[in-house]
């Protein structure tokens, strides 16, 4: 299944009130969108600690200088392959996944636990 694919099974199994074609195109005009045969994200720039509700909304965008994670709204395929594409480097990092809480690691633990051959090495639909 490719990684678009697999986004939008993720979206009918626990997103069922939302489109992702209406979410890919807010992101694409509010935050970012990457896209390659082997994974796709959808993400903005927020502040860590913000309100669930702003970083929950991808019309919201953070100002630049306040901001200091990248939050991961859908992803799909490797997620080791996604740190090369990130437009520029901050400190953390930050996904929920099917309704649990938002989780912090920062980019520089992401990396060491895909270097060392954890479950985020191996692919999967989210983070």
Partial sequence: ?????ELQSIYSRYCPTRSLEVDMGLFIRYGYVIATPEFVVMGKAIKKGAKWELINDPTYV??????DTWFV???????KDFLA???????????????????????????TRCEIKTPCST???SL
């Fill in 73 to 79: 709204s859908a992803f799909a395929g490797h997620q």
């Fill in 85 to 111: 594409f990130l437009p520029y480097e901050m400190k953390w990092l930050a996904w929920q996944r099917r309704g649990a809480g938002l989780r912090y690691w920062t980019l520089q633990h992401f990396r």
């Fill in 123 to 125: 692919g999967g639909s």
């Fill in 1 to 5: 299944m490719s990684p678009i694919d």
């Fill in 62 to 67: 953070f100002a630049t200088a306040a901001t």
